[in-house]
């Protein structure tokens, strides 16, 4: 099984950008699609970005709250995904998680779908 470690997280003003990374070890990194979801205080765990094993542009996708800012990337030899984050609000404050599993619907995962978790990363956006 693969198991999954963030990093990058942090405290940035309106505006700025952060880049979270997250590190995978054992398992098959190739077998996963790699995500990011987020949750932050008193709300449930939601989607933020996807991408496929391949990397091919038409299983990369976002949610609508964090497209056109947000830019996930993947490099199965270094078994590492990166979150791009550029633009931040305060709303994008939260819990940072990387997952792995697969993909229900095209370029979208679910909680549901999401095989290993790793242990979150802060961020904060402050206004």
């Known amino acids: 099984q693969v198991q999954l470690a963030e990093s990058g997280g942090g405290l940035v003003e309106t505006g700025g950008s952060l880049t979270l990374s997250c590190q995978a070890s054992?398992?098959?990194?190739?077998?996963?699609?790699m995500g990011w979801f987020r949750q932050s205080s008193g709300k449930e765990r939601e989607f933020v970005a996807t991408?496929?094993?391949?990397?091919?542009?038409?299983?990369?996708g976002y949610a609508d709250s964090v497209k056109g800012r947000f830019t996930i990337t993947r490099d199965n030899t270094k078994k590492t995904v990166w979150l791009q984050m550029n633009n931040l609000k305060p709303e994008d404050t939260g819990v940072y998680y990387c997952?792995?599993?697969?993909?229900?619907?095209?370029?979208?995962?679910?909680?549901?779908?999401?095989?290993?978790w790793g242990q979150g990363t802060q961020v904060t956006v402050s206004s």
């Open positions: 997952a792995a599993g697969w993909t229900p619907r095209k370029a979208r995962m679910t909680v549901r779908s999401v095989n290993r």
């Open positions: 054992g398992g098959t990194f190739t077998d996963y699609a």
């Open positions: 991408i496929s094993a391949s990397s091919s542009v038409d299983n990369i």
